[in-house]
């Protein structure tokens, strides 16, 4: 086998299913908005309500309901209802890692 083959085949070896491709890019698709970035920094710090993350991020909550309906259905915000009002909070701390290393990339 020559090296070409041989680097070849490690990165064959180290490559994932297409289905966690498609997954990732769902994910990533969720940090290209400013907007979902913003809502996400807010649930960091607290869990909020619809109307909690309108007075943060000064938005109508038409604009706030349909990122959190977004970040919901990819699984990094889940929800509680208490009551009539439903509160929000990051599903885990790896979204958090991931927010952070951006930013510490972009302002390094």
Same mark, same amino acid.
């Given at each position: $086998?020559? %090296?070409?083959?041989?680097?070849? +085949?490690?990165?064959?070896?180290? $490559?994932? %299913?297409?289905?966690?491709?498609? +997954?990732?890019?769902?994910l990533f698709t969720m940090f290209a908005d400013s907007t979902r970035l913003k809502?996400?920094?807010?649930?960091?710090y607290e869990e909020l309500c619809v109307s909690d993350l309108c007075e943060v991020l000064q938005m109508s909550p038409s604009a706030v309901s349909h990122q959190l309906a977004s970040l919901k259905k990819t699984k990094l915000v889940k929800s509680r209802k208490d009551g009539k009002n439903v509160y929000y909070s990051m599903s885990d701390e790896h979204i958090k890692n991931i927010w952070k290393m951006a930013y510490d990339h972009i302002t390094e």
């Amino acid at each position: $086998m020559n %090296k070409a083959q041989t680097r070849t +085949d490690r990165c064959r070896a180290g $490559m994932i %299913k297409e289905s966690e491709y498609d +997954d990732m890019s769902m994910l990533f698709t969720m940090f290209a908005d400013s907007t979902r970035l913003k809502i996400m920094n807010a649930l960091f710090y607290e869990e909020l309500c619809v109307s909690d993350l309108c007075e943060v991020l000064q938005m109508s909550p038409s604009a706030v309901s349909h990122q959190l309906a977004s970040l919901k259905k990819t699984k990094l915000v889940k929800s509680r209802k208490d009551g009539k009002n439903v509160y929000y909070s990051m599903s885990d701390e790896h979204i958090k890692n991931i927010w952070k290393m951006a930013y510490d990339h972009i302002t390094e």
